[in-house]
Structures are given as structure tokens and as C-alpha cells.
């Protein structure tokens, strides 16, 4: 079904409007993204807004102390977490935090939970940041990022019109295995949860990187070759994750990962192989850090 684009762009439109009252992030979680995009703030300028937010500081060190970072020894200041993750790292922790509230509740039915999108969103998060790591590629925090937001699209669909995401994993669950969820989600909505995720992301002044992670992971390779990395990464751990069975799984349609998305990031199966048998473990450590 070919996507009329007035009408998509419309509908997305009018969801980020009916939504935007609540699917919000926290007024200092939106502080903290436009802090560290600013190239002329300091880390000072950071724990100045985050000492504001005691929950918020207790999250950072309950992450920053996880198994997840590996650093050694108890950090028991903000300043020090600062300086030894960087500012992109707590911008990302102060991110995940807000997000996971988002994915409370919403158990539409036999086949659709926001619980269960979070925790395959979580193991998305993990093999992206397995991925990232293999290929030092010093994106790994963003990497991280980009595959925990990558499905908020889905949560953008069910805040707008929860009975119209029920009809349509309904009808990706009764067309079996193969069937493209995105394709019903088209013919539903006139619109797709890439679309969704895009435009939340855009009106969340998100960096650029993670629009493209949410409005291209089923598509990679149709972004500019300059800003595919992140996309392939998480494109490849849909897949990765949607193997172990744990968590929403529908908007993947198959599980084998094409040779010219591997290309695109130069990895070979076996690097995939060693990514898959570490991931189970990375994922626990992910659970425990944002619990």
C-alpha cells in the first residue's frame, strides 16, 4: 500500500499534539539534553541543574556504580560521576531514566504490553551497546540510547489511539510469522511507528542521530551512508533480541540479518555470534542498572 505523505504527515502531527501532554519528558531532563548540546557548557554548568533533582542524583550513581560501567571502586559524588562517564553519558542516563516511566502499564492485550516493549527495547539497548563496543567506534552511550528509544513510536501509537494499535497487532499476530507489521500499521494509521517515533524525537530536540535510529531502523540503508551506523546497529539487534523470545517481537518479521547490513558495519557472522552469546548477560546487567 503505497503511504499518502500529507495524510501520514497529518496524523503524525495530530498524535505528537494529543500526546504531548503525556508522553512528557521532565522540564530537567530536557534541560540536560539542551545543556550538553551546548559545546560551551562545562561540567560544573551539568551537576549545577542535576544537584537540583535528588532522585535524579541517585539514579546517576546507582547507574555510574553498576556492573553495567565496570569503573572500580564506589562513586559517591555527581561531580565525579561527571568526570569519569563525560557529559553525553549522563545526558543518556538522565534520558533512560525518564523513558522507563513512560513504558508503565498499557497491557492492551495477549500481544501487546508496554511492559513488554520495554523489555525489548532494554535488550535492543544491550546489543547495540555490544555492537558499539566490538567496533570501538566511541559511540557506545549513544549507541546505548539509540536502541532503548528506537520502538517509542509504539508508545506514541498507544497514548493517540490505543484501540487502533490493538486492531493492528491483533491482525499481525492472526497473519503469523513473515507478516510486516509496519505495512498494517500503514494501512491503520496512515502512518508507522518510525514515522511516530521521528517526529517525538524531533519535538523532543533529540540529536539528529537518534531521529534517524527511530525513523529508520527497519530501513537502514535508506538513510545517507553518513548517518547509517547507529540505524544498522539497531536493525541488527532487533533481530538479535527478537531470537530470545523475551519481550514484543511482532514488528520483526524475520530474524536473519542480510549481508549487506553487516557490510554497512563491516562485521562478520562470527563477530555476531560472539555478540549473541554475550548478550543474555549484558542484558541483565541493563535490567539491573535501570530497575
Known sequence: MAVDVAKRDAVVAAAI??????????????????????????AQDLHN???KDPALCTRI???????FY?????????????????????KNIAIAASLAKLFKGGHLSPNFSARDLWIHSVGVAAATKL?????????????????????????????????KLIDTVERVAAAGPGTDMLAIENETFNANHQDFGAALCDKWKFPRS???VCGFH?????L?????TIASMVYISDRLVAELKAGFRLDVPYLEIPQDVLDQLKLSRKSIDDIRAKLPEQIDAVCDMLA
Open 17 to 42: 499534539r494529543e500526546i504531548s501532554h503525556i508522553a512528557t519528558l521532565p522540564e530537567i531532563t530536557l534541560k540536560i539534553i539542551q545543556l550538553v548540546e551546548d559545546p560551551a557548557s562545562t
Open 49 to 51: 541543574v542535576i544537584a
Open 61 to 67: 550513581l546507582k547507574v555510574v556504580n553498576s556492573a
Open 70 to 90: 565496570g569503573l572500580p571502586g564506589q562513586i559517591g559524588s555527581i561531580n565525579r560521576a561527571i568526570v569519569l562517564l563525560g557529559l553525553n553519558a549522563v
Open 131 to 163: 555492537q558499539a563496543d566490538h567496533l570501538k567506534l566511541g559511540l557506545a552511550d549513544e549507541s546505548f540510547l539509540g536502541g532503548l528509544i528506537h520502538d517509542v513510536g509504539l508508545m506514541v501509537m498507544l497514548q493517540f489511539d490505543r484501540n
Open 210 to 212: 537518534f531521529i534517524h
Open 218 to 222: 527497519h530501513r537502514p540503508l535508506d
Open 224 to 228: 545517507p551512508p553518513e548517518h547509517r
